[in-house]
Structures are given as C-alpha cells and as structure tokens.
C-alpha cells in the first residue's frame, strides 16, 4: 500500500516561549507544509529527502536516536522509537516550508512522518505528545507542545487558543478580510546551539522562587531578586495576559488593538526575553509603516527566521514574503492501494 502524509507548518500571531511553563498560545497552522510519500511494509524506515542530503535509514527499533546520521534523519527516528511501528516504509520527503525559519518543519516532519506509518489521528493531542517526545530525543532541547499540537488540531480559517496546562485548544475565526502574513528576515534560525534551552532553564529557576508562572501576575514578576530572571518572568506573565486579550480584540473586530498588542509581544520578547535580531527587528518595524498593516512580530522561539503580520487582505506588502492568507487545516493522511 503507498500513502500520502502531509503536515502543514506553523505560525503563532501571539504567546512565544509560554508553551513550556504552561501558558497561553495563538498559533495557526500555514499553507506551507511536509509531504512524505511511500510504500509500507517491510522491516525498515527508508526515507530521502529533496531538501536535505543523505537518507534515513533506519530498523524498526531504534536504540540510540542521536546517534543516527545525517543529523535531520533523528527526527525520524525519534518517530520510529517512540511509535514502535509494525512493519516499514520506503519513500520521499518534499517539504515547501522555508528549513531553519521557525515555521516548524521539524514538528511537520514529524507528524507527517508518524501518519505514513500508522499512527492514529482519532487522539490528537496523544499524538503531538508522541511527537513531543520524538524531537526531544532528536535533539536534545526541551521545547514545548505548541508546534506539534498545532499541526494536528488545526482549524481551517481559524486561530487555535492554546492552553498549555490544560492542553485544550479553542478554535478562534479569523474575521473576514483579514490574512497573516509570513515574511523572511533572512537570518536562519536552529534551537540546537541557541539560547532556548537556556531560556527554558531560567524559566524553571524563576518558579522555583515565584511558583508556576502560569498563575503569576506581572506585579508578581516584579518581585524575582535577580534582574535577569525578573525580564524573564515579566515577559511570560505579560504574553499570557496578551494571548487573552488578542483573542477580545479579535472577537470584537478591534484590529488594530489586536496589532498594538503583536507589537507589544515582540518588544517584550526583544527587550525581556532577548531573543530577537536586529534583523528581525528591522523588517517588524517596516511592516509597522505599511498600510493596511495591524501589527506584526516575531514569530517562534527567535534568535532568526520570520516574522508574522496582521493585515488587510489588500495590503501591498514591499517585504520577502513566505507565505500569505488565511489558516489552513491539519494533517491529512491519503492511502492509496
């Protein structure tokens, strides 16, 4: 039997390094996506890539997942350890999405990865989970669930409020006449040798003086002895209340409230968070002068790759485009006999 997987990416209009203290996301999944494409059966994962040299070549049991070369082939098989599939697969992987621009390719991968071989959809969240684990045995880095919950539970034409505590996800409409945009600042951008994981570290030492951040008010941020960690928890508790109020802006038609607000995450994520660019902050701030823009930010963990816009749908944009429109729906499976 040949299947078709396709996996789309990911933008977030608001709520950037939450995902890992519990908080609160606004993600959407893009139009841009992974397609793996094969044949199953047998007793190994066979996959090239057009994008990427080397194959993944791989057993159905998988002892040491970062010791699998090349090093993009970990991902899948960070999928193959945690899946445990019953019989194989031999095929392709094409993706349209820009690699190392934080519109999680390797979250796509690995859902597309993971359907091709028989995992079930019924459960989505289950399955982010399994996909979770996978790249944090691929590298190493403790990222949160946004990506791979986004590229499951995808609405099309919607925004997905994304509490990461509770792991529920609330469908919000785009209003009519609105598109995202995606554009390019021209930095490539990796979690693997970038100040994430250490981000993710001083998170943890600000709950271990404050108590989880999720139910922490920015008056209580205040509060944190050491000035690092203070910015640190200042912009967490910040881009929670931000995440929330976005979705008022949205529901009550206030586009531009909603772009004040996107303008306000990425001051914070440069200034409190300090994972921004200046070329980042370069191409936030020439969306910002254009008409028909509401507001525009960083998009992702940072430290390079793009940034997301709010904006008219007849908007002329003078800016390295990625990708335009409206959210697109999750990942899709087509079998073929």
């Known amino acids: 039997m040949t299947v078709t997987a396709w996996a789309p990416g990911r933008v977030n209009l608001v709520g950037d390094h939450t995902d890992y203290t519990g908080g609160l996301a606004l993600p959407l999944a893009i139009g841009l996506g992974v397609e793996v494409r094969g044949d ?42 945690e899946l445990g599939p019953d019989d194989g697969l031999s095929g392709t992987i094409d993706s349209t999405l820009p690699l190392g621009r934080g519109l999680s390719s390797s979250a796509a991968l690995e859902v597309a990865v993971a359907l091709a071989l028989g995992a079930s959809v019924a459960n989505p969240l289950a399955l982010a989970q399994l996909c979770q684990r996978a790249e944090h045995r691929a590298t190493g880095v403790p990222s949160g669930i946004m990506d791979q919950l986004t590229v499951l539970a995808a609405v099309e034409d919607s925004l997905l409020r994304l509490d990461c505590r509770s792991l529920s996800v609330t469908p919000l409409a785009l209003p009519a006449g609105v598109e995202v945009v995606v554009a390019d600042s021209g930095t490539e951008r990796t979690l693997v040798g970038s100040a994430y994981g250490e981000r993710v570290a001083e998170c943890a030492r600000v709950e271990a003086e404050l108590g989880p951040l999720r139910d922490a008010t920015p008056q209580d941020a205040e509060r944190v002895a050491d000035p690092v960690l203070r910015r640190r928890a200042r912009h967490v508790t910040t881009e929670n209340a931000r995440v929330d109020a976005v979705v008022a802006a949205l529901g009550s038609g ?5 772009g004040a607000l996107m303008v306000a995450s990425h001051a914070s994520l440069r200034d409190d968070y300090e994972v921004s660019t200046p070329a980042l902050d370069a191409l936030v701030q020439e969306l910002r002068g254009t008409p028909g823009v509401y507001g525009s930010r960083l998009t992702g963990a940072g430290f390079g790759g793009c940034v997301v816009a709010l904006c008219d749908a007849s908007a002329a944009l003078d800016v390295p485009v990625v990708w335009r429109g409206r959210p697109t729906g999750p990942a899709t499976l087509r079998r073929h006999t």
């Open 254 to 258: 206030d586009l531009r409230h909603a």
């Open 40 to 81: 199953r059966g047998s007793d190994w994962v066979m996959l090239g890539s057009s994008a990427m040299e080397g194959v993944a070549e791989l057993p159905l049991v998988v002892s040491d997942v970062g010791a699998v070369e090349p090093a993009w082939a970990r991902y899948v098989a960070g999928v193959v350890a």
